[in-house]
T-cell receptor
Framework: NAGVTQTPKFQVLKTGQSMTLQCAQD?????MSWYRQDPGMGLRLIHY???????DQGEVPNGYNVSRSTTEDFPLRLLSAAPSQTSVYFC?????????????FGPGTRLLVL | GDSVTQMEGPVTLSEEAFLTINCTYT??????LFWYVQYPGEGLQLLLK?????DKGSNKGFEATYRKETTSFHLEKGSVQVSDSAVYFC????????????????FGQGTILTVHP
């Protein structure tokens, strides 16, 4: 199993550009989520999904869109990038069976918005 | 709402020293508690977890005990190694009766640990 994969690893954008951060998991997990990591602030939840076709907002959703058409994929879209979106983005997946839910994280995408 | 507070870092130790990283939380009900570790250039990995009061999570020589009376989940290791240098995150979730939190975690700000030979 590849686990949770993210592409690209690093991206530079100009203000106003759009892009999609890709996330895929091959563990057949029900739940997927996106976090951003900023210095001194830990990780903050952007959006999450409890299954294909079902998404909801987390703590910091503004400026980001998500959709989940398949169990495996959960892309994060920035429609008009802003410097405040410079961050490291982590995708995670988890499932509900077998005891305490445990999250598995991808390696991250480092985004710089100029 | 829920929140997690970790001790200020960075923490710098010599090899074989004793490690404590403090973590306290604010939450209603009975959250599950976690410690995640992030090695340089990598994603987060689960280090240990505890689901109810007085539970002790342990892994790779690290331990943490769920203390409901003090709302704490401090991370300890008796003898650190250079390879333990990483960022450590305390986190909680709020599982429902079926043990599910739908992938939502609340994190502390992270503590950078550097261990010198």
């Amino acid at each position: 199993n590849a686990g949770v994969t993210q592409t690209p690893k690093f991206q530079v954008l100009k203000t106003g550009q759009s892009m999609t951060l890709q996330c895929a998991q091959d563990m057949n997990h029900e739940y997927m989520s996106w976090y951003r990591q900023d210095p001194g602030m830990g990780l903050r939840l952007i959006h999450y999904s409890v299954g294909a076709g079902i998404t909801d907002q987390g703590e910091v959703p503004n400026g980001y869109n998500v959709s989940r058409s398949t169990t495996e994929d959960f892309p994060l879209r920035l429609l008009s990038a802003a410097p405040s979106q410079t961050s490291v983005y982590f995708c995670a997946s988890s499932y509900s069976g077998g005891g305490v839910e445990t999250q598995y994280f991808g390696p991250g995408t480092r985004l710089l918005v100029l | 709402g829920d929140s997690v507070t970790q001790m200020e870092g960075p923490v710098t130790l010599s090899e074989e020293a004793f490690l404590t990283i403090n973590c306290t939380y604010t939450a209603t009900g009975y959250p599950s508690l976690f410690w995640y570790v992030q090695y340089p250039g990598e994603g987060l990995q689960l280090l240990l977890k505890a689901t109810k009061a007085d539970d002790k999570g342990s892994n790779k020589g690290f331990e943490a005990t769920y203390r409901k009376e003090t709302t704490s989940f401090h991370l300890e290791k008796g003898s650190v190694q250079v390879s333990d240098s990483a960022v450590y995150f305390c986190a909680l979730n709020h599982p429902n009766a079926g043990g599910t939190s739908y992938g939502k975690l609340t994190f502390g700000q992270g503590t950078i640990l550097t261990v010198h030979p």
